[in-house]
């Protein structure tokens, strides 16, 4: 099964969705929410310290013995020295145990070489797919197979609705 988490934040809250589901799946095969009080105050540059710990309450309230992999909001590297952008710092939170997917819906001009575009449904607009320990091109075909005609696939904006939805 794949993971997919996300979270959207209040003055002094955020709401953390993860959406359980198989990579042909049309439907979440199960849906956790979860609210986490006193999060961090977001710092420039430092996201991921705001939204790491929103990302292991949802990890912690799941069995991930059946975990393929992890998909979040954002980027694994920040630059193409290989530096950690949330996705890496979140692979390392799980001791490099679980691979971890970035989909990004905007490109960072430093990593480009740590992306792959791809492009879905009739967009000109490509998202940008980064992993770590699992091969990024397998990755990239992964989501771009996922289900949705669309730019964004349906499983990855039903997680973004529901992260919003009663906020």
Known sequence: M???I??????????AVGILFNWD??????????????IKAYVPGEFYRRELPCLIEIINNIDTNN??????DGHIFIDNELNFGLGGKLWQALNEKIPVIGVAKTSFFQNKETVVEIYRGK????????S????????????????GEFR???????LDVLTKKNM
């Open 123 to 130: 967009s000109d607009k490509p998202l940008y797919v980064s």
């Open 2 to 4: 794949i993971l997919a």
């Open 25 to 38: 799946s049309i439907f979440p095969i199960k849906v956790v929410n979860l609210t986490v009080k006193d």
């Open 6 to 15: 996300d979270v959207h934040y209040r003055i002094e809250e955020a709401k």
């Open 132 to 147: 770590i320990g699992i091969d990024v091109n397998f990755a990239a075909s992964k989501v771009k197979g996922m289900a």
């Open 67 to 72: 975990i393929e992999a992890i998909i979040v």
């Open 152 to 158: 964004i696939p349906s499983l990855l904006k039903e």
